[in-house]
């Protein structure tokens, strides 16, 4: 299984970014998939989870209300809408495969590379 996030960048406070994750293989569809981040100096935090039908979300404290996780299973593809963005948004941002089915926050046995996000005050 290899996962590719994509669509990171720089934005300004109050902007919003859609950060994309490609999937190859089978597990895809299948399987929970997450976005995590991890900003510097700082460990990797949980930011947002799906279950493999889409129809349960799962979101940290910190990114409640403003991101929203989807995923389109025909396109092997997970999606995280980030919306009124923070400075302390930014972070490199990985995608995740879970071992199970469910929106988790843990779990998680495939990772992909980052995208780095930054957002200018």
């Known amino acids: 299984v290899q996962l590719q996030a994509s669509g990171g960048g720089l934005v300004e406070a109050g902007g919003s970014l859609r950060l994309s994750c490609a999937a190859s293989g089978r597990i895809f569809s299948n399987n929970g998939m997450g976005w995590f981040r991890q900003a510097p100096g700082k460990e990797r935090e949980f930011v947002s989870a799906?279950?493999?039908?889409?129809?349960?979300?799962y979101h940290s404290d910190s990114v409640r209300g403003r991101f929203t996780i989807s995923r389109d299973n025909a396109k092997n593809t997970v999606y995280l809408q980030m919306n009124s963005l923070k400075p302390e948004d930014t972070a490199v941002y990985f995608c995740a495969a879970a071992r199970g089915s469910h929106a988790t926050s843990t779990g998680y046995t495939y990772w992909g590379r980052g995208t780095l996000v930054t957002v200018s005050s």
């Open positions: 799906i279950n493999w039908n889409g129809g349960s979300t």
